[in-house]
Nanobody
């Protein structure tokens, strides 16, 4: 089992920057591919960024390309989502997730989830 805890949510002004963190505990001896999802009110949960187990590959959803950066520090068992040039439409609950096994980096099949953290971008 892997437990994930997100932190760093809050209220941010449009155009600003913010960083989310996700710390893993439990079965972290194996490095898992990790992802950040978000869910806005009334909308489906969407994968916005993912990173491979070795950090060598990343994926970004089109609306965040060039603005968000996912990274990982396996010594700290932490994954980050650096968000720049934030827009009101980035407002959502952001979830960290981990998955087992191989698979395309764009897959949305994740095994472990954090509780979510709210990010609100004011205009």
């Amino acid at each position: 089992q892997v437990q994930l805890v997100e932190s760093g949510g809050g209220l941010v002004q449009a155009g600003g920057s913010h960083t989310l963190s996700c710390t893993a505990s439990g079965r972290t001896g194996s490095s898992f591919p990790m992802g950040w999802f978000r869910q806005a009110p009334g909308k489906e949960r969407v994968l916005v960024a993912a990173i491979s187990s070795n950090g060598g590959s990343t994926y970004y959803e089109d609306s965040v390309k060039g603005r968000f950066t996912i990274s990982r520090d396996d010594i700290k068992n932490t994954v980050y989502l650096q968000m720049n040039s934030l827009r009101p439409e980035d407002t959502a609950v952001y979830y960290c997730a981990a998955r087992q096994g191989i698979g395309d980096i764009t897959t949305t099949r994740y095994n472990y989830w954090g509780q979510g953290t709210q990010v609100t971008v004011s205009s």
